[in-house]
């Protein structure tokens, strides 16, 4: 009975957003994978999806094991980048 008290507790707002991979530096990557039971090199696997190989979706992220890949896919999302500062050449 509880569960379902907290259910209807729950703000459906709250509980679709999902949290942008893009937002999070190697210290929090690793610190929320460490919190879901994961070793702290899956974060730098994971980095290594985001910055080098440029991955576009977990399925993609073969090093990593299937069962990490799909909780990524319930509880973050691959967001874009934010553009901080656009330099444009003046001769151009």
């Given at each position: 009975?509880?569960?379902a008290?907290?259910?209807m507790?729950?703000?459906?707002a709250?509980?679709?957003?999902?949290?942008?991979l893009?937002d999070?530096?190697l210290?929090?990557?690793?610190e929320k994978?460490?919190?879901w039971?994961?070793?702290?090199y899956?974060?730098?696997?994971?980095?290594?999806?985001?910055?080098?190989?440029?991955?576009?979706?977990?399925?993609?992220m073969?090093?990593l094991?299937?069962?990490?890949?799909?909780k990524?896919a319930?509880?973050?999302?691959m967001?874009t980048?934010?553009l901080v500062t656009?330099?444009?050449d003046?001769?151009?």
């Amino acid at each position: 009975m509880d569960a379902a008290l907290n259910a209807m507790n729950t703000n459906p707002a709250e509980s679709s957003q999902k949290l942008n991979l893009y937002d999070l530096g190697l210290p929090e990557l690793t610190e929320k994978l460490s919190g879901w039971g994961e070793p702290a090199y899956r974060a730098k696997q994971l980095w290594e999806w985001l910055y080098q190989r440029k991955a576009t979706s977990f399925d993609q992220m073969t090093s990593l094991p299937r069962t990490l890949r799909e909780k990524l896919a319930v509880e973050m999302q691959m967001g874009t980048l934010d553009l901080v500062t656009e330099i444009l050449d003046r001769m151009a």
